[in-house]
């Protein structure tokens, strides 16, 4: 009896401690279902699935957008209602900037997003509340998209920082909307016969590569205001207007072919070539005048005057040369650079042409004996390179007496009283040769005249240059 009841007493304990420890290891369990449910609901709004867990989600998730799109149940290596009417393609274009402009090569290289709108039915997919669907470039590879080009590029690259900067954008109907941002360096045809006072007219060029108009139909979405800018600044340039076109374009081999056009225009600051090329042009030509005020005998002087300023309009022009292109025409900076260098050239021949009428005059004088024949002219210009007045007895010219051949540059009286008689000839003109020797037997004339020639020459130069390409 006693044998039952410790057995009995022994099953109690037993079921008791099976009782208790089941209890807790259920109730761990429970707050850890808990615990992983609540964290679980903040991230997939349920109870973690550990099979789930243990695979990669974003694997997962692509998985299912391309079973959502039936991507393989359709040839995508053919355009959308292929041997139908060409599919029509939109375009949108937003220029971010402008980044270079290049004279030198003929080029432009301008950033931009390139947008492009079409309806493929195959990428349809049903929605209860009709969301669209975006993706990277992970699903475009997968897809058929539009092969558009950009023609008369010379390079062009997408941008992959952090990423590739591609957006695909599916609508439930089967729309798309498919994005890249786009650095792209393109030829630019410059006309520079009035640089640096030009207007350049520049041009980005969109085609379809493999699909004719028969294929592939492209178009601006919105017309002109499918073109957008932001805020552009340059530092050489001022940007007109942008404008938004199309064309159809002509291959021999293959068809006609659907080409969009951005076309710019920009028009050349002239404030940076003013302090850099024009002012220090005009101040060479202004200094090389000073050798007209500065006394015939200084030789030393007026030499080094003129050299130094056709050295300096000489560094002037290859430093514009180096920055330009080597074009076969002549520009409107040539122009003005080769007329200057000629008007301080010429200023250099002046004081050659006043040098030896002046040598001219003196051994004139000597041979008449109004100079010392013991006076020796190449020791006294050996000394200094000038003559010196103290050395030099420069007497006037003696007047000559009134006749009826006298100069008719005399004075009124004069005039008055000669009036010519029945039969009596009028004296005639100087002719050049006599003109000249008027000037070699006065060479202080031609600095005189120089003085107020060359100004107004160059002037009147000024005048007709600014006229014409301002």
Known sequence: MKVDVLTYLALAAVSFV????????????????????????????????????????????LIKSEQLLRIEEHDFAMRPGFGGAPIPVG??????????????????????????????????????????????????????????????????????????????????????????????????????????????????????????????????????????????VLSQFFIEHFQASSGLAFYSSTGWYNRLFITFILRRHIFFFMLQTYFPTMLMVVLSWVSFWIDRRAVPARVSLGITTVLTMSTIITGVSASMPQVSYVKAVDIYLWTSFLFVFLSVIEYAAVNYCTTLEEMRKMKRGKIPSTFNASQAMAFDG????????????????????????????????????????????????????????????????????????????????????S
């Open 386 to 469: 000038c003559f010196h007045d103290n050395d030099i007895e420069l007497t006037t010219f003696p007047r000559l007496a009134p006749t009826l051949t006298s100069d008719p540059l005399t004075s009124p009286t004069q005039s008055s009283d000669m009036r010519p008689t029945e039969g009596t000839r009028l004296r005639r003109q100087r002719s050049v040769r006599e003109n000249v020797d008027l000037l070699v037997n006065n060479s202080y004339m031609i600095d005189s005249y120089s003085r107020l020639a060359f100004p107004l020459s160059y002037l009147l130069f000024n005048t007709i240059y600014w006229s014409m390409y």
């Open 91 to 232: 375009i949108d274009v937003q220029v971010e900037s402008i980044d270079s402009i290049s004279e030198v090569n003929m080029d432009f290289t301008m950033t931009l997003y390139l947008r492009h709108y079409w309806k493929d039915e195959r990428l349809a997919f049903p929605s209860r509340n009709n969301q669209s669907r975006t993706f990277d470039s992970r699903l475009v590879k997968k897809i058929w998209v539009p092969d558009v080009f950009f023609v008369h590029s010379k390079r062009s690259f997408i941008h992959d920082t952090t990423m590739e900067n591609i957006m695909l954008r599916v609508y439930p109907d089967g729309k798309i909307l498919y994005s890249v941002r786009v650095t792209v360096t393109a030829l630019c045809s410059m006309d520079f016969s009035s640089f640096p006072l030009d207007t350049q007219n520049c041009s980005l060029e969109l085609e379809s590569y493999a699909y004719n108009e028969n294929d592939l139909m492209l178009y601006w979405k919105n017309g002109n205001d499918s073109l957008r800018t932001d805020e552009i």
């Open 18 to 61: 099976a009782m208790v420890t089941g209890g807790r290891s259920s109730s761990r369990r429970k707050h850890k279902d808990v615990f992983l449910g609540e964290n679980s609901k903040f991230k997939f709004g349920g109870r973690i699935d550990y099979k789930l867990k243990r695979q990669d989600s974003t694997k997962t998730l």
